[in-house]
Nanobody, 121 residues
Framework: QVQVVESGGGLVQPGGSLRLACAASGSISSIYAMGWYRQPPDPEKERDLL?????????NYADSVKGRFTISRGDAKNTVYLQMNSLKPEDTAVYYC?????????????WGQGTQVTVSS
């Protein structure tokens, strides 16, 4: 089993910054990718992928956060960070970390419990 724990959420003013952290532990053979998603307060909206980092350290970002958010891997390969700058009220959401374990097939994904980010003055 794999455990995923996020941390670093909180309340921040518009224009401010936050750094989220995600750590995976347990029976991890190989991490294929790690990513950050968010679920806005509106229940009609879907959970969206914001940023992902692959096993070769390549990254990709959603257009909505490109240039403002940066995903990076920690010294321990099972940790990942999301540096969020120039935060806007519309960034308010629960942020989730996804860990995809395996090589090519099969792949298994695991999720953290989420961390709340609120951007408000």
């Amino acid at each position: 089993q794999v455990q995923v724990v996020e941390s670093g959420g909180g309340l921040v003013q518009p224009g401010g910054s936050l750094r989220l952290a995600c750590a995976a532990s347990g029976s991890i053979s190989s991490i294929y990718a790690m990513g950050w998603y968010r679920q806005p307060p509106d229940p009609e909206k879907e959970r969206d992928l914001l940023a992902a980092i692959m096993s070769d350290d390549s990254t990709n970002y959603a257009d909505s956060v490109k240039g403002r958010f940066t995903i990076s891997r920690g010294d321990a390969k099972n940790t990942v960070y999301l540096q969020m700058n120039s935060l806007k009220p519309e960034d308010t959401a629960v942020y989730y970390c996804q860990v995809v374990v395996g090589t090519l097939s099969p792949l298994y994904d695991y999720w953290g419990q989420g961390t709340q980010v609120t951007v408000s003055s």
